[in-house]
C-alpha cells in the first residue's frame, strides 16, 4: 500500500486507534470499568502494568508502520476512544498516576509520545487527533484541551488534527444535517495557543470549502475522510480545477457508517465502486451501442453515466423540466440539500462524457425508432402509494408526498402525515422547519462554541415549529425503524424538539366533516387539520413499458420501475451500477 501511494506521488500516514470501551468484545479495557452507553460490554480497568504494556503496543505499532513505508502515523486521542477515555474525568475515575489530576489524566498519551520518538526518525510524521469538542457530560474543559494541546506539541507532535464528539454524544457531528464547517472554529480556537500545524475537520467535503478554510487562516489542513469514499480522485480533480466532476459526501451515513455498524464493509451510498475497486470495474463494452435511457432520476442518470463511461452512445429522456426525480424532492428537505451536489454531480458528468439529455420529453416507439437506438433502459422511477381509507367524505384536503413538498408553503397551521419511514420524517421536517445555518445548529443542539462549559455542552435553544404538525404511523415501533442508526436519532430528536406528535398503532382512519378520526392504540382521536400528506411509500411507474415489449425492443427496467421493495438512493445508485 505505502509503496502504491509513493509510486503516485502521495504521503501516507497510518492511523493508531485502540477502542477501549467502544471495542464490541467481552475483554474490552479502558481507564476505569464504566461500560460505553453504545456498547453492550463493560470493559475492565487496566492495571498499571497493563498501561505499561500497551505503551509499548503503541510503539510497536509505529515502529513497524514506519518499517513498512509510512510516512508518518496519527494517534487517535479523540471521539470517545481509549486515549480519549484516560483524559476525560467522565471515563477515568482512577485513583492511580494515571487518574484524578489533569496532569495524570494526560499522562498516558504523552508517555506514549516520547516512547514512539525514541524508535521513529526524525522525519517520521506524528500526528495527534485531539478532541476540542466533547460533547458529553464530564469532558474536557477549555483550559485542559489547550494545556494539553501544548503538552502534545513540546512531547514533538507535528500535526494536531481535530477531533469532535464522543461516538456516544448525543449531537449529530457529521451527518448531512450537520451544515457545512460547523466545527472550523474548534480547529481556529486551537490554532491561537499552538504553533504546529493545526487541521480542520467535519463535514468539510467540497475543494472550495476546504480552500475558505485554509486561505482564511482558520487552520493549517483539513481532513476528510467520507469525500475520499465518495470520490477516490477527489484530490486530483480538485487540482485540475475539475471541481465540478466531483462526486460529492452527501453525509448520509447509508453505506460507510451504517453497513459497518451492521456488519457489512463500508462502500459509498454515491459511489458502489467504494472498498469493491477490485471486484467491481468500469470495463470498456465489447459491443458499444446506441442506449437510450428514460427517466432521469437516481436510476436513470446512474446508469446512463455508467453506459457512457463504458463507450456507449447515450440519451436521457425525461418528461419533467429538470435532471433528479425523487433526489431533487429530498434534496428540498431541509438538512437534505447535499442531493442537489449529487444532481450536479451527473449534470456535469453527463456533459462530460457526452450524453445528451432531452427535457420535457416524454418517450415514445417513434422515438426509439427515429434515434436508431439499439437498447432501451427504462428508469421511469415510482408514483406515491395511495390509502384506502375506511370513510372519506372529502372534507379535508388529502395530497400526496410530492405534492405537499411542492405545495408546502399553502398547506395550512396544522399537517397530519401518514407514515412511519424515512419520507414521512422528511416531510415532517420540511413542513416544520427551514434549512439551518451553521449557528442555529449549534444553539439548537447546545453546542457552546466559546467551549466555556467542559465538554462544550449548554442548553439548547427551543426550536419554533413553522406549523402543528402530527405524525400517524400503523406500527408500534420506533419510528423511522428501518432507517440507519447513526442518524435516525438525531432525526427523531428534532423532530420531537420541533414538537411533533407521533401516534402509534393508528387504525380506523376516517374523514367526516372536516375532521380525520381515528383510533391509537385503544383511544378514539379526532383531529382537525388542514391537510393530510401521504407518505405511504411508493409503486412503480412503468404503464407505458408494454408498448416497447409488444414491439420486442430489448429492455431492462431499472431502480423503483422495476422494484419498490426496500427502495432507497444507496439501492438504486447500487443497482443501477451494477445491471
Ligand atoms: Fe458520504 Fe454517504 Fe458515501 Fe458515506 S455513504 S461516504 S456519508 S456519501
Redesign the pocket.
Known amino acids: 500500500i505505502t509503496n502504491a501511494v509513493h509510486e503516485a506521488g502521495g504521503k501516507i500516514a497510518m492511523q493508531i486507534l485502540h477502542a477501549g470501551r467502544y471495542g464490541v468484545h467481552d475483554k474490552c479495557v479502558s481507564a476505569s470499568a464504566i461500560q460505553a452507553p453504545i456498547n453492550i460490554y463493560t470493559p475492565r480497568a487496566l492495571s498499571v502494568e497493563e498501561i505499561q504494556n500497551t505503551i509499548q503496543d503503541f510503539v510497536n505499532c509505529a515502529r513497524r508502520a514506519e518499517e513498512a513505508g509510512y510516512d508518518g502515523i496519527e494517534i487517535m486521542g479523540s471521539e470517545g476512544y481509549f486515549l480519549h477515555q484516560f483524559i476525560a474525568p467522565r471515563t477515568n475515575k482512577r485513583e492511580d498516576e494515571y487518574g484524578g489530576t489533569f496532569e495524570n489524566r494526560m499522562r498516558l498519551p504523552l508517555e506514549i509520545i516520547a516512547a514512539i520518538r525514541e524508535v521513529v526518525s526524525e522525519k517520521f510524521m506524528l500526528i495527534y487527533r485531539i478532541s476540542v469538542v466533547d460533547l458529553v457530560e464530564e469532558g474536557s474543559s477549555k483550559e485542559e484541551v489547550i494545556q494539553f494541546a501544548k503538552a502534545l506539541e513540546t512531547a514533538g507532535v507535528h500535526l494536531l488534527n481535530t477531533g469532535i464528539g464522543w461516538h456516544e454524544a448525543r449531537i449529530p457531528t457529521i451527518s448531512?444535517r450537520v451544515p457545512r464547517g460547523s466545527f472550523v472554529w474548534a480547529a481556529e480556537l486551537l490554532k491561537q495557543h499552538v504553533s504546529i500545524p493545526v487541521s480542520a475537520t467535519n463535514r468539510i467535503n467540497t475543494p472550495e470549502l476546504a480552500e475558505e478554510i485554509i486561505s482564511a487562516g482558520k487552520a493549517d489542513a483539513v481532513s476528510m475522510a467520507?469525500?475520499l469514499?465518495?470520490d477516490p480522485h477527489f484530490v486530483l480533480k480538485a487540482k485540475n480545477n475539475q471541481s465540478n466532476l466531483i462526486n460529492t459526501?452527501?453525509?448520509?451515513?447509508?453505506?460507510?457508517?451504517d453497513q459497518i455498524f451492521s456488519g457489512e464493509i463500508a462502500?459509498?451510498?454515491?459511489?458502489p465502486f467504494?472498498a469493491r475497486e477490485l471486484t467491481m470495474q468500469l470495463l470498456p463494452s465489447t459491443y458499444k451501442k446506441k442506449i437510450a435511457v428514460v427517466g432521469a432520476g437516481v436510476a436513470g442518470l446512474t446508469a446512463a453515466l455508467v453506459l457512457a463511461q463504458r463507450g456507449n452512445e447515450v440519451e436521457v429522456f425525461e418528461q419533467q423540466e429538470s435532471l433528479g426525480g425523487q433526489l431533487r424532492l429530498a434534496a428540498q428537505v431541509p438538512g437534505k440539500e447535499e442531493f442537489f451536489e449529487t444532481i450536479r454531480y451527473y449534470s456535469e458528468q453527463l456533459k462530460h462524457f457526452g450524453v445528451k439529455i432531452h427535457l420535457n420529453t416524454s418517450f415514445e416507439l417513434k422515438n426509439f425508432q427515429d434515434g436508431n437506438f439499439e437498447e432501451l433502459v427504462w428508469a421511469t422511477g415510482v408514483v406515491p402509494s395511495e390509502y384506502a381509507w375506511e370513510e372519506n367524505d372529502g372534507s379535508l384536503p388529502v395530497l400526496n408526498y410530492v405534492e405537499a413538498i411542492q405545495k408546502n408553503a399553502s398547506l395550512g397551521n396544522e399537517v397530519v402525515v401518514l407514515g412511519a419511514g424515512g419520507i414521512a420524517m422528511d416531510v415532517a421536517s420540511l413542513l416544520t422547519q427551514t434549512t439551518e445555518t451553521k449557528e442555529e445548529y449549534s444553539s439548537h443542539w447546545g453546542i457552546d462554541v466559546q467551549l466555556e462549559h467542559r465538554g462544550a455542552l449548554q442548553e439548547k435553544q427551543e426550536r419554533t415549529p413553522f406549523r402543528k404538525v402530527s405524525i400517524l404511523q400503523r406500527s408500534n415501533k420506533k419510528l423511522g425503524n428501518k432507517l440507519g442508526k447513526t442518524t435516525v436519532w438525531s432525526h427523531r430528536t428534532e423532530l420531537q424538539q420541533l414538537g411533533v406528535g407521533v401516534y402509534n398503532g393508528s387504525t380506523g382512519l376516517k374523514i367526516l366533516g372536516g375532521e380525520l378520526l381515528f383510533n391509537s392504540n385503544g383511544i378514539d382521536y379526532v383531529l382537525q387539520p388542514n391537510a393530510i400528506v401521504l407518505c405511504l411509500g411508493q409503486r412503480s411507474a412503468q404503464t407505458d413499458v408494454l408498448t416497447f415489449v409488444e414491439a420486442g425492443i430489448p429492455l431492462h427496467v431499472l431502480g423503483g420501475a422495476h422494484d419498490t421493495n426496500g427502495l432507497d438512493a444507496?439501492k438504486v445508485i447500487r443497482e443501477a451500477t451494477e445491471w
Do not use: H
Not at 459526501?249 to 457508517?257: D, F, H, K, T
Open positions: 448531512m467520507r469525500p469514499l465518495a459526501c452527501v453525509g448520509c451515513n447509508q453505506a460507510c457508517l462502500s459509498c451510498l454515491v459511489n467504494a444507496r
